[in-house]
């Protein structure tokens, strides 16, 4: 089982910038693709951002330009960077881990932009 602590999210006005973590740790051997994911009151749970064990990543096209996840190996976290927010990007966002077909969440955190 790999445990996920996502950290860093908060209040931000429109154009502002946040960055994201999430910690993994428990049995995190094998780990392929790690991203994240935001759901909006009302709406579906929709993927933002992938990276894989070989740094290939993928994102959104309405985060495209304006988001970069990036990972430190060392300390088993991945971030997710985000510049130029705007007030529909207010979610909470989900950190998740994905091996050989099973895929684990964190907790989520919340982000809002106001306008």
């Known amino acids: 089982q790999v445990q996920l602590v996502e950290s860093g999210g908060g209040l931000v006005q429109a154009g502002g910038s946040l960055r994201l973590s999430c910690a993994a740790s428990?049995?995190?051997?094998?780990?392929?693709?790690m991203g994240w994911n935001r759901q909006a009151p009302g709406k579906e749970r929709e993927l933002v951002a992938i990276?894989?064990?070989?740094?290939?990543?993928g994102y959104a096209d309405s985060v495209k330009g304006r988001f970069t996840i990036s990972r430190d190996n060392a300390k088993n976290t991945v971030y997710l960077q985000m510049n130029i927010l705007k007030p529909e990007d207010t979610a909470v966002y989900y950190c998740?881990?994905?091996?050989?077909?099973?895929?684990?969440w964190g907790q989520g955190t919340q982000v809002t932009v106001s306008s």
């Open positions: 428990g049995n995190i051997f094998g780990i392929n693709v």
């Open positions: 998740h881990a994905s091996r050989s077909g099973a895929t684990n």
């Open positions: 990276i894989s064990s070989g740094d290939n990543t």
